[in-house]
């Protein structure tokens, strides 16, 4: 620790306050048999809570802080991509270097002013729903930190489009039909020969399933002892027998206490008749070309198979 001389008045001061550290205290001290010799004064910096993070300080006037703040506010984000989805358009940008958070604003070409989604975000990422297909939307992303926020990114366009619902066979298109309703079967649907052979009225193969949302937010959802599996590296379900498998690729096994694990490798398999029975959805919402319903589903009493190194 090197030495530096302590305040002309004051033996003992508080630092700055910072928004990530509201519990330290800088305190300076004149070394024992100091006496009045010039340039032999230390300064010792002690944590005042236990458990604060260990590190360096260093004087600046006054005041410490062990904390580094960004030089300046980040740059515009650069690679701005937009994709088509049915009534919303799936927008990204390559990262802004110092970069905390992300604000993106959209307009139609016959709006004057930008409109903000989303609020201030971490990811790279987002989905602008609730846009008219057909219109023409401009879109750009500006990146911030506590010092201040970049200039706008290179403007952006997109166009939200219906997704193609013409059934093969001469079959009408573009009727919405509920599959299933408080559990019951409402509508078979499927090529001509199969509906034909049912005696049903031929609807086509739906490309895209719209579910209700569920019960719980996905932060309770997931709450312990439960294992959290992101992704498979494969997953098969009998259509017939309602068995289903998969190999994990990585899961997070999360206990009651809240400690979480990473897990990978082992297997889940179980019977989605059975399962069903104890199913909860999210109220969280998932958005792609085929799919428009809940984020995540809890299943109780699936065998989770695997072993502990």
């Known amino acids: 620790m090197k030495a530096f001389p302590p305040p002309p008045d004051r033996e003992l001061h508080q630092p700055r306050p910072m928004a990530s550290r509201r519990a330290e205290t800088a305190r300076v001290f004149r070394p024992e048999g100091a006496g009045g010799q010039a340039g032999k004064r230390s300064r010792k910096c002690r944590q005042a809570r236990a458990g604060a993070t260990k590190g ?10 062990a904390t580094p703040q960004p030089a300046k506010a980040p740059s515009a984000p650069d690679m701005v991509s937009v994709s088509p989805l049915d009534s919303a358009l799936s927008v990204g940008w390559k990262a802004s ?116 949302n569920g019960t719980l937010p996905f932060t309770e959802l997931k709450k312990g002892p439960c294992l959290w599996a992101v992704t498979f590296s494969d997953f098969q379900m009998d259509a017939m027998s309602g068995h289903f498998g998969g190999e994990i690729r990585l899961a997070y096994l999360i206990e009651a206490d809240g400690k979480v694990t990473p897990v990978t490798g082992g297997s889940v398999n179980g019977s989605i008749l059975e399962a069903q029975k104890r199913l909860v959805f999210s109220t969280d919402r998932y958005l792609s070309i085929g799919y428009d319903g809940p984020y995540a589903m809890r299943l109780s009493g699936v065998s989770v198979a695997g072993t502990e190194e």
């Open 97 to 212: 270097e110092n970069a905390t958070f992300y604000e993106v604003y959209y307009k139609m070409d016959s709006e004057s002013g930008y409109r903000q989604w989303g609020g201030r975000l971490s990811n790279t990422s987002t989905v602008i729903t609730g846009l008219t297909n057909g219109v023409t939307y401009s879109i750009y992303i500006q990146a911030g930190n506590a010092v201040g926020i970049s200039g706008p990114s290179r403007t952006a366009l997109g166009t939200p489009t219906a997704v193609d619902y013409s059934r093969p066979e001469g079959i009408p298109t573009g009727e919405d039909l509920p599959l299933l309703e408080d559990g019951k079967l409402l509508t078979w649907h499927g090529p001509n020969r199969f509906c034909r052979y049912l005696g049903v009225k031929p609807t086509g193969n739906y490309q895209k399933i719209v579910c209700s």
């Open 56 to 65: 360096s300080c260093r004087a600046a006037g006054r005041y410490a802080s």
